[in-house]
């Protein structure tokens, strides 16, 4: 391949919150990008004024950016483009190639009307394909003058050949009577423009394509080459959609899943290399080539996504995953006006994710995970209580809050709480199992958290003092337990 030219492009129209299957397609653009050493351009389809939103277009650039999918030059903003969509499409007009037509909407309304009613495709009927109408006044469109004979052929690199009878294609329109381009037409000269080498994008254009290079051949304009990629489908086989639950790239962003992980999940979403499922960035863009894309529909599903997400938490060092923690912990503001100066102790969240890296899935189970460091006066759930804070247990507890005391505003290492814990085990015959429960359940209200031991640490010896006590205090007063 000549990889000095190949230019792809991302084309979002910006009238909804992007979601996986578009991301899909900016995903394998800039993948094959930066592959072959070409350029990742992005293309607004902000022709649609009534649906197209900033907020969209801001979404677009936000989620791209989090996926770490730069791209080159300045976005394109096809609204902008008009000028050159009427330049081409007057061109077509000169050359013969399109014609003006002076149809009223109400004329191609009962045409299509009386052409379903008949069971045929409605398809315009020509009326003022040989007319030569000039531009007088009159209000027109403009419609390109497709061969009413011979096939359309486009080569997919995934899906082969495909052919269609000219006959089957209308005189589609290029303008519309207000003088805005057709999504087809603006396309077309928007591609020829940025000098676009490469169309990748759903296989839900096909049909579009079809049309696309009808136009390609009137304006006179090299075809670029076209990879369809395969439909994402939901676990119950029908295409990926809300019902699915989550599917826009922030939704995933916010619940605390990385963008490696992400941007990993969806790159296998129909395309792989051998069984491998864990990929870095630098590898994606090592391996990934079109002839490795599938030709079959890719399956969302969002419990390999968390099971992906686990592992990409777990390869990252502790210094990263601080940094990919704080800026969650920054983003969803769980700890209001505390959160700056929760977020300055780099040494505390270094220990808090060295802790919980083992277990968590996403950034938010980690907070979970360490929920009680930020609650004041915990709860006992009633049946753990019951379960672990027996008299033995108890004893226990009173024994380390006393050795807590001894120690107050005092960093003690973990050894000093392992070899306190032996003592107390040994003194009251208890298994280790039955007084890091209890312990667990004093200092953390739940029975499953991080490492005891890491726990001890993270609170601090007065704090761990106090929850031993305040948990004493509440299993003497629930007498009976
Ligand atoms: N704007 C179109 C879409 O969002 C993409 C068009 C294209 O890739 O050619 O589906």
Not at 354 to 361: D, E, G, I, M, P
Not at 373 to 386: G, I, N, R, S, V
């Amino acid at each position: 391949m000549n990889t000095t030219s190949f230019r792809v492009r991302f084309a979002p129209s910006p009238t909804g919150y992007p979601h996986v299957g578009n991301f899909r397609t900016a995903l394998y653009n800039f993948l094959l990008a930066r592959h072959y050493r070409g350029q990742f351009l992005l293309r607004i389809e902000d022709t649609d004024k009534e649906r197209s939103r900033p907020e969209y277009e801001e979404a677009i650039y936000e989620s791209l950016r989090w996926m770490g999918l730069d791209w080159d030059e300045e976005p394109v903003h096809q609204s902008r483009n008009l000028a050159r969509h009427q330049e081409e499409a007057r061109r077509l007009v000169d050359t013969g190639h399109a014609y003006r037509c002076r149809c009223p909407a109400e004329r191609i309304d009962a045409l299509r009307e009386r052409q379903m009613a008949a069971g045929l495709k409605p398809m315009y009927d020509g009326m003022c394909r040989d007319k030569n109408y000039p531009d007088d006044g009159t209000p027109f469109c403009v419609r390109l003058k497709t061969p009413r004979t011979g096939f359309t052929r486009i080569s997919d690199r995934i899906r082969g050949e495909i052919t269609v009878s000219n006959e089957e294609v209308d005189d589609l329109v290029l303008l519309r009577t207000d003088g805005t381009p057709t999504f087809n037409f603006a396309v077309v000269v928007d591609d020829h423009d940025m000098r676009i080498t490469h169309v990748i994008r759903g296989d839900d254009h096909l049909n579009n394509t079809i049309k696309q290079v009808l136009i390609y051949e009137a304006l006179g304009y090299p075809l670029p080459q076209f990879v369809h990629l395969p439909q994402i489908l939901g676990n119950d086989k029908t295409r990926l959609s809300k019902r699915h639950g989550a599917t826009g790239v922030l939704e995933y962003r916010d619940q605390g899943y990385l963008a490696d992980a992400m941007v990993n999940y969806i790159a296998r979403l129909g395309w792989g290399h051998g069984d491998q499922e864990f990929f870095t960035r630098e590898e994606l863009i090592r391996l990934f080539s079109i002839e490795e894309i599938n030709k079959s529909a890719a399956v969302f599903d969002p419990q390999k996504l968390l099971w992906l997400n686990g592992e990409h938490i777990r390869a990252k060092s502790v210094e990263e995953l601080a940094d990919l923690f704080a800026e969650h912990m920054r983003r969803k503001q769980y700890l209001g006006e505390q959160t700056e100066a929760f977020l300055r102790d780099r040494g505390r969240i270094q220990q808090i994710v060295a802790c919980t890296q083992v277990r968590a899935k996403t950034l938010d189970e980690i907070y979970q995970m360490v929920l009680f460091l930020f609650q004041e006066d915990l709860t006992y759930p009633e049946k753990e209580a019951q379960k672990f804070f027996r008299p033995d247990a108890l004893q226990g507890l009173r024994a380390l809050a006393a050795f807590a005391a001894a120690h107050r505003d005092q960093d003690l290492p973990p050894e000093a709480w392992e070899q306190v814990f032996q003592r107390v085990l040994n003194k009251q015959g208890l298994k280790m199992k039955a007084l890091a429960q209890a312990v667990r359940l004093a200092l953390t209200g739940t029975v499953v958290s991080p490492p005891i031991f890491d726990i001890i640490g993270l609170l601090g010896t007065n704090r761990v003092e106090a929850r031993l006590r305040a948990a004493v205090e509440y299993a003497e007063k629930h007498a009976g337990i």
